[in-house]
T-cell receptor, first 114, second 118 residues
Framework: GENVEQHPSTLSVQEGDSAVIKCTYS??????FPWYKQELGKGPQLIID?????GEKKDQRIAVTLNKTAKHFSLHITETQPEDSAVYFC?????????????FGTGTRLTIIP | DTGVSQDPRHKITKRGQNVTFRCDPI?????LYWYRQTLGQGPEFLTY??????LEKSRLLSDRFSAERPKGSFSTLEIQRTEQGDSAMYLC???????WGPGANVLTFGAGSRLTVL
């Protein structure tokens, strides 16, 4: 089955700096890669996703890049703010249409230092 | 729409007792998923439904676990004869099956039901 590795497990950055979280996956059939943000006591919330026919996607301060050849994808957060502090999870799914079986990474705890 | 609702949010039980969790998905979503999340880990897939049909179950879902979605709306996850290893956050998510489009098959998670087995 799919295996997703995520690094680093913890990340601290100064407010205003950029943060980068990286994931690798094992199943070449995976074609959907979402990123979720989880705050304490809450469920994961989708912040951005990318599909295999796209190499990069941006949404304001957040961007995701995908390298299918190398089987890795990354989350980039620019101009970080205190409210960006949370645990971030990457995930991968091999489904063509549905995303029934997301395989998640182990998470990155991001702390923004004011 | 209030999103995906889960109840109860917290459950403390003694080993050997049965527990049941309920999930109310986003009303127009036809797919419903259960995931389990242990401390410091990412969510792990347990099972999913399309309408009332349970289409896949993970090997993590032992015989003590049963999930239902009787009318294709809300779902229940029951754990019988709980063990300490069942302690985890049980997350429900829902999605709308679409062939394409920006929101196609995006999972929306609930806040979870945290189970503590003593």
């Amino acid at each position: 089955g799919e295996n997703v590795e995520q690094h680093p497990s913890t990340l601290s950055v100064q407010e205003g700096d950029s943060a980068v979280i990286k994931c690798t996956y094992s199943d070449s059939a995976s074609n959907y890669f979402p990123w979720y943000k989880q705050e304490l006591g809450k469920g994961p919330q989708l912040i951005i996703d990318i599909r295999s026919n796209v190499g990069e996607k941006k949404d304001q301060r957040i961007a995701v890049t995908l390298n299918k050849t190398a089987k890795h994808f990354s989350l980039h957060i620019t101009e970080t703010q205190p409210e960006d502090s949370a645990v971030y999870f990457c995930a991968a799914s091999p489904a063509n249409f549905g995303n029934e079986k997301l395989t998640f990474g182990t998470g990155t705890r991001l702390t923004i230092i004011p | 729409d209030t999103g995906v609702s889960q109840d109860p949010r917290h459950k403390i039980t003694k080993r050997g007792q049965n527990v049941t969790f309920r999930c109310d998905p986003i009303s127009e979503h036809n797919r419903l998923y259960w995931y389990r999340q242990t401390l410091g880990q990412g969510p792990e897939f347990l099972t999913y439904f399309q309408n009332e049909a349970q289409l896949e179950k993970s090997r993590l879902l032992s015989d003590r676990f049963s999930a239902e979605r009787p009318k294709g709306s809300f779902s229940t996850l029951e754990i019988q004869r709980t063990e300490q290893g069942d302690s985890a956050m049980y997350l429900c998510a829902s999605s709308l099956e679409l062939l394409w489009g920006p929101g196609a098959n995006v999972l929306t998670f609930g806040a979870g039901s945290r189970l503590t087995v003593l």
